[in-house]
Every structure is written in C-alpha cells, then in structure tokens.
C-alpha cells in the first residue's frame, strides 16, 4: 500500500504490515479485510469502558448538532463548564481549578509552566524539576525533557533542558530514592513530576503506595510542588479512579488526559489548588497563565468527557474494573512458571512480564516479533522493547482475554 501517511513509532523502511481498521465495539477491532482483532492495549491506553460505547457517541452527536468550536480565552460554553464542574465536584476537593488543553503531553507542559509560573509571580522564582528514573511524560520537547533519556530521544538531546532524576524505588532499595529525592529537594527546585505507582512507557515498572505517600510527604515538608502526571494511570488503570488514592495522596498538581473522554476524542486537563491559581490572580495582565491551544476545550471533546463522567457516577465501573482485575491475575497466573517469563505482575487491570534475559532494550526483537503473531491471531499487542503488557478496555469479554494470554503462551513456545 503506497500511503503518504507517516505513522508514530512506526519504522517505514521495515515494510511491516499496517492495518487499516473501519469499525470498533467494546474491546474488538475490525478490519477493512475482514479480520476481526482484540484491542489488548486499549489503542494505546485510551479506551477504558470500549470502542464506540453508546453513551459517549450519543453524546458526541448531540453536541455536533450545537456548538463545534469556539475561542476559549474570554468566552465559554456548557460542555466546558460542567466538565470542570463536575471534575472538581467528583475529584479531591483542593484540586479546584481546571486547565484544558488536548493531549497528555500538553497536559504535563502546562502542569510544568503553571509550577513555575506559582513561584516567579510570588516573587521566589525556581526552576528546578525533579523527575524519575524511567519516567514518560510525553514526546514535546518539554516532556522529552522531563523524560527518561534514550534512542527515542538522542537527536533531540542538545535542545532538552536539564532535570534532576532521582532512581526507581527498586524493592529493597527504595531508602535511596527517598534520599535522593530528599537531598534534591534541598535545592528548592520548582517541583516534583511522577506518574504514581506505574511508570508506563518506561516498561509498566511498579512501586508500592507507600513509597508515593512518602514521596508526597517529603515535597510537602521542602515545599516542593507535586505533579502527579496520572495520564494512564487515571480513570481506573490502576484499580482506583485516581492511582493517588491508593496512597491516600493529592498531588498539587494533576494531569489526566486518555481516558478522560473514555477514549473517543482528544482532550486533557491540568488540575490545580488554589493557591497556584492564586498566584496567576491579579490586576496585572502580566501575570496571567500564557498558555492556549487552538482548540482549548473543544465542546465536542467536553461532551465526550463528561459522558465518561456520568458513566463513572452512575455504572458500577469500579466492579467491572475489579472483576477485570481477576480475570487478568487468573491468566497472568497460567504463564507466570513459564521458564521464560520474568517479574509478572498486575496492578488493577494491568498486567506486564518480562520475556528472556535482561540484556534488552526498546529495540529489542522480541517485541515486533510478538506483535507479528498476535496481529496473524487476531490481537493487538506492542511490547515495550521485552515488556509484554495486557491493559484492555473494561468491557473485554472473558473469551478475548483466554485469546490474549493463549497468543502470549504460543510466542514463549518459539
Ligand atoms: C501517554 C502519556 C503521556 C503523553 O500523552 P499524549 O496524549 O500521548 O501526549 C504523558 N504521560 C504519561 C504518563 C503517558 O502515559
């Protein structure tokens, strides 16, 4: 097929098959061929309740039919106002103010802009951010940046500014991350960014609540601003609503953005206390928060999110998500004395192991070579270089499930 279109993440010069899909329910693909495929990656860990769920379709249809567009800055609208209603009303109350943009990346830079923003217009500048070991927060310069450092991002490196990294609490060593993030926060930098209890794209790497609860005590104390950069991990990844729940933890900052809209549009929000917003509230224009996208708060993707939200409070999602949390441990517990497998282990409803030794890296070939045959089978899964993970959609039906685990069991055969 002779496309000009440039895919992400895609090697073009491998000639690996890309398949064109025209329809999707629930955790099923459909391809143009006929081909029917298991979303086990939730498309990219988007799709929480399914494709094309009722509600959020009939609720994106509505709107289309109202208002499409229209400049944020000085004007507003419905869908708008009560998403950012409804979000304060359904989230941790110190979290009072909403900041739309339409990506997790774009998220996580508004989050780093609104940190330094809070301490320069005190009078107090700082600069600083402490990040960790293996972290993603998107592929902006800025969130390259505040990034784990790799072949993804080596030519790009001259233009990335410099951060503080403090190690992955690895079990039995997690005294060291806490020192260090200690001793970095001596250094009064500006804030603290880290995705609570799973680190994603750095290859599903998990760490206890109590390890996040001690994080946030430690930025509390220097008064180092916490950013929990929750966009995977929110709307229920993680077994709760918020991955900070678990820790009993509110971050002073928070982006989500994936799951926000259950999948279906591109929208994202940078949740903040008061006293940040505070600190952009004044008679000087000069002190405003200089940041806007083209499409701040489209009212179609607002619709769509607080669609998702009306599922959230009236569906029992949290049941669907704990009874796919089972179904994922029983399967994950088939393959766990497999001699190939390594490290598996499961946080809500996300599964991970790691496959063969541990000389490898993100160009690993286990990793295209697994998506190969499970695209031949009819699942879609994308390693992590050897991380295999599972994170469908909630809605994924216990035959699709016994679909993934058989085509995972088959690869570590071969
Ligand atoms: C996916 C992701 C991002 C980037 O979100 P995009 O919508 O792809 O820009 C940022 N942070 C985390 C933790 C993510 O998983």
Not at 5 to 25: C, D, K, N, S, Y
Not at 192 to 221: K, S, W
Not at 270 to 277: E, L, N, S, V
């Amino acid at each position: 097929m002779n496309s000009p279109v440039w895919h992400p993440f895609t090697q073009h010069g491998l000639g690996e098959p890309i398949t064109e899909i025209t329809r999707a329910e629930g955790a099923v693909l459909h391809a143009r061929t006929g081909e029917r495929y298991v979303d086990a990656i939730s498309s990219w860990w988007v799709t929480t309740h399914g494709h094309c769920h009722p509600r959020i379709m009939a609720a994106i249809q509505a709107q289309a039919g109202k208002l499409d567009q229209i400049i944020f800055a000085g004007w507003t609208h419905a869908p708008a106002e009560d998403l950012a209603r409804g979000l304060t009303a359904f989230l941790p109350e110190t979290l009072a103010h909403v900041f739309f943009s339409d990506s997790g990346s774009t998220s996580v830079e508004v989050a780093l802009k609104m940190a330094l923003g809070f301490w320069d217009n005190r009078g107090t500048p700082r600069h600083g951010i402490v990040v960790m070991e293996h972290g993603y927060h998107g592929d902006t310069v800025g969130g390259m940046s505040v990034g784990a450092r790799g072949v993804f991002n080596r030519p790009y490196q001259p233009l990335l500014f410099d951060v503080a990294s403090i190690p992955f609490p690895e079990p039995d060593h997690e005294q060291v991350t806490l020192d260090a993030l200690e001793a970095a926060c001596r250094d009064n930098p500006a804030a603290f960014l880290v995705e609570p209890l799973i680190l994603g794209a750095g290859g599903m790497r998990t760490y206890p609540p109590r390890m996040l609860a001690e994080m946030r005590a430690i930025c509390a104390h220097y008064g180092v601003l916490f950013i929990a950069d929750e966009v995977m991990t929110g709307w229920g990844r993680t077994g709760t609503l918020l991955a900070c729940e678990q820790a009993q933890i509110v971050p002073d900052i928070l982006c989500l953005s994936k799951g926000l809209t259950g999948g279906a549009l591109p929208l994202a929000v940078t949740m903040a206390t008061a006293p940040i917003f505070e600190a952009h509230r004044s008679p000087e224009r000069s002190r405003m928060f200089f940041h806007s996208s083209s499409y701040t708060a489209n009212p179609i993707a607002c619709a769509a999110a607080n669609a998702n939200l009306a599922i959230w409070r009236e569906e029992p999602v949290l049941e669907r998500i704990a009874a796919l949390g089972a179904g994922q441990q029983q399967r994950l517990d088939w393959l766990a004395d497999h001699p190939k497998v390594r490290r598996p282990r499961r946080l809500g409803t996300i599964t991970a192991l790691e496959v063969g030794d541990s000389s490898s890296n993100y160009l690993s070939t286990i990793g295209p070579a697994l998506s190969r045959v499970a695209r031949s089978r009819g699942v879609l899964l994308r390693p992590l270089g050897n991380t295999v993970y599972v994170m469908p959609p909630y809605c994924v039906e216990d035959a699709d499930l016994d679909l993934i685990y058989d085509v995972i069991a088959e690869v570590l055969e071969d």
